[in-house]
C-alpha cells in the first residue's frame, strides 16, 4: 500500500496568514484526495486533485480559498488561504485506488490551529 | 445521495468485552463497504473491507458482513484490548473514475483495563 508522508504535521498560524500542506506518496497514483476533519468530527472531502487537470472542489468549498497543485504523480499541495479561527482543523491527504473497491490510504494529519 | 449513519459515541467498555459498532448505509448502487481506524494523532487506517453483498471483512480480531437486505455492515469484536481505543469510521465508495467515498461521522471507543 502506499505510504503518504505530510508536511507540516502541525502548525500554529495567525489569522489572515496562509499555509501550505505537503503531500507525498512514495508511488504514482491518479487520484489524491484532501479532506478537513474538523475537531470531533468526521472527515469531509475538499477536492480531488488529478495530475494535469484542475482540482475538482466539493460545495462549500473554492479555490480562492483553497487552491490545490498537482505537478506529478506524486505529490501534491493544498494552501489554507487567509486563514481565520473557523480554519482550525486536521487536513488529511489522501491516495485511492483506480476503483470503488480499494480503499483510500491516508498521510498522517496536518493539525492547523489559528489564533 | 449516497450516505452512512453509525452509531453515536463514545462507547466504552471493560478489557475482553464483547464490541458492537453499528453501521447502516444509503446508496443508489452497489458500494463497496469498509470500516478506518484512527489512533490517537494519526490519520485514518484501513481496517476492514467487503465489496459484495454477504462478503465478510475481518482484521485483528475485527469482523463486518456485509448485509445488503438490511443495508447493514456492523463492526464486531469478541474481546477488546485497551489498544483497541480509537475512532471508527464506517464508510461506503461506489462507483468507477469519479467515484468519492462517503464517511460516517465516526464512534469512539474508550476500553478500561
Known amino acids: 500500500s502506499a505510504v503518504i508522508s505530510q508536511k507540516p504535521s502541525r502548525d500554529i498560524c495567525q489569522r489572515g496568514t496562509s499555509l501550505t500542506i505537503q503531500c507525498q506518496v512514495d508511488s504514482q497514483v491518479t487520484m489524491m484526495f484532501w479532506y478537513r476533519q474538523q475537531p470531533g468530527q468526521s472527515l469531509t472531502l475538499i477536492a480531488t486533485?488529478?495530475?494535469?487537470?484542475?482540482?475538482?472542489?466539493e460545495s462549500g468549498f473554492v479555490i480562492d480559498k483553497f487552491p490545490i497543485s498537482r505537478p506529478n504523480l506524486t505529490f501534491s499541495t493544498l494552501t489554507v488561504s487567509n486563514m481565520s479561527p473557523e480554519d482550525s482543523s486536521i487536513y488529511l491527504c489522501?491516495?485511492?485506488?483506480?476503483?470503488?473497491?480499494?480503499?483510500?490510504?491516508f498521510g498522517d494529519g496536518t493539525r492547523l490551529s489559528i489564533l | 445521495g449516497d450516505s452512512v449513519t453509525q452509531m453515536e459515541g463514545p462507547v466504552t467498555l471493560s478489557e475482553e468485552a464483547f464490541l458492537t459498532i453499528n453501521c447502516t448505509y444509503t446508496?443508489?448502487?452497489?458500494?463497496?463497504l469498509f470500516w478506518y481506524v484512527q489512533y490517537p494523532g494519526e490519520g485514518l487506517q484501513l481496517l476492514l473491507k467487503?465489496?459484495?453483498?454477504?462478503d465478510k471483512g475481518s482484521n485483528k480480531g475485527f469482523e463486518a458482513t456485509y448485509r445488503k437486505e438490511t443495508t447493514s455492515f456492523h463492526l464486531e469484536k469478541g474481546s477488546v484490548q485497551v489498544s483497541d481505543s480509537a475512532v471508527y469510521f464506517c464508510?461506503?465508495?461506489?462507483?468507477?473514475?469519479?467515484?468519492?467515498?462517503?464517511f460516517g461521522a465516526g464512534t469512539r471507543l474508550f476500553v478500561k483495563a
Open positions: 446508496a443508489t448502487g452497489y458500494p463497496s
Open positions: 464508510a461506503l465508495s461506489e462507483g468507477t473514475g469519479g467515484f468519492k467515498t462517503i
Open positions: 486533485a488529478n495530475q494535469g487537470s484542475e482540482a475538482t472542489y
Open positions: 467487503a465489496t459484495k453483498a454477504d
Open positions: 489522501s491516495v485511492g485506488g483506480v476503483d470503488s473497491n480499494q480503499p483510500q490510504h
